[in-house]
């Protein structure tokens, strides 16, 4: 009933009333987010619009209701409960098959459980924030629901954005290194995915560079690790030789300083608090050789800001995706500055997500 009536509250506002019927992940929120409801305020209201200030969206009466409301455990489990039937219904209408590939990977749970296991590193040590109970998975990152349901997230939410086409999500990757090859100079040999998660973005790399000869990618989920290298078994060798994933944080990922000649950070900043996203890029300077790119993308703040205007969205986003506001104080080209990098190129992947590559100076400090 309760869900009737955001839905109700929604439709009321008379904005992205779409986005509540069909947009909540679980993981997928944030891209449901910045894809349907998105394309809503920028095409019909948004080109006038007054982009609210960071952070004032979320002072509202109406949204601090609905983030009460949302905080209760029953609401919010029937919420989302409810959700995720819809949006699995939704799936298989688009021609995804959702509920054979889940059954196929739980299927194969005891190989990944072992793979996990072979992938920990027990000296890592999981921060603190990383145990936030993002994507409304209670466990966050950290489960293999979130971890198996990544590729389907993917591309259920970024469909909307090409016409509901299943591969819009390796459309909008595309469209990302298409931007980073623009500016990247010469033929980078190595490189490192921060925050590679099941893989999506770092099996992209080696495609639109062949020159890379290894390329690393760094994931404090074991799990999601899991997924990633299982999905080797499906490469040539010549492919999946190259890569090479391993356990820990992006911000501190103990690989040798000027090693690197990419670097790349995929959908990572919007889950992570602000202090963090800046390590990372510090990180990442840090591994770079002199000379190498760093390449982010993310969601687009500006889409995002225009979103959140609604509370509905507003309040539901703050229960799956707990560092947004952080994400919204994040400038990444300021950020890449003060840290020695030159911004190089500033692009769309899609509509609703950010390329920013940077360039560490050729005469930096190796
Ligand atoms: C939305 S997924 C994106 C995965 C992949 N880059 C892609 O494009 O699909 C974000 C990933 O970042 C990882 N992550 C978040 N914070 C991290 C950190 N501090 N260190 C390492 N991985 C992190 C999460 O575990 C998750 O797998």
């Known amino acids: 009933m309760l869900f009737s009536l955001c839905f109700a509250l929604v439709a009321g506002s008379g904005e992205a009333f779409s986005l509540s019927g069909s947009s909540m992940r679980a993981s997928g929120l944030t891209m449901v987010a910045s894809t349907e409801a998105a394309s809503v305020a920028l095409t019909s209201s948004g080109a006038n619009k007054v982009v609210p200030q960071e952070g004032t969206m979320m002072s509202s009466p109406a949204f601090k209701i609905l983030d009460f409301l949302f905080g209760i455990p029953i609401v919010h489990d029937v919420m989302f409960g409810v959700y995720r039937k819809q949006i699995v219904e939704k799936a298989e209408k688009m021609g995804l098959a959702w509920t054979d590939f889940m059954d196929d990977q739980w299927s194969n749970l005891d190989e990944l459980r072992a793979t996990a296991e072979e992938l920990t590193d027990p000296a890592v040590e ?7 109970p993002i994507h409304a998975y209670k466990d966050g990152n950290l489960c293999w629901e979130s971890a198996m349901e ?10 909307p954005l090409y016409d509901n086409a299943l591969d819009g999500d390796v459309q909008m990757r595309q469209q990302w290194l298409k931007i980073t090859g623009d500016v990247v100079e010469g033929e980078p040999k190595k490189a490192t995915d921060l925050g590679c998660g099941t893989g999506l973005s770092m099996y992209m790399l080696d495609s639109k560079w062949p020159s890379l000869e290894s390329i690393q990618g760094v994931d404090l989920s074991t799990y999601k690790l899991a997924i990633a290298e299982d999905k080797k078994t499906m490469m040539s060798s010549s492919k999946s030789n190259k890569y090479n994933l391993f356990h820990g944080a992006a911000e501190d990922t103990g690989i040798e ?6 670097v790349s950070m995929c959908l990572v900043a919007h889950e992570s608090p602000k202090w963090v996203s800046e390590s990372i890029f510090n990180e990442a300077y840090r591994i770079l050789k002199p000379g190498g790119s760093f390449t982010l993308m993310d969601l687009d703040k500006e889409n995002l800001e225009v979103l959140l205007e609604n509370p509905f969205v507003a309040a ?7 560092y947004m506001s952080e994400f919204l104080a994040l400038s990444p080209s300021e950020s890449l500055s003060e840290i020695g990098f030159e911004v190089t190129s500033v692009g769309q992947a899609s509509r609703s997500h950010r390329v920013y590559v940077a360039r560490k100076p050729v005469d930096a400090a190796a």
């Open 316 to 322: 539901i986003y703050k229960q799956t995706e707990p």
């Open 126 to 132: 999981i921060p603190k924030y990383y145990y936030a």
């Open 257 to 262: 300083s000027s090693s690197q000649d990419l």
């Open 150 to 159: 990544e590729d389907l997230w993917s591309k259920l939410m970024i469909a």
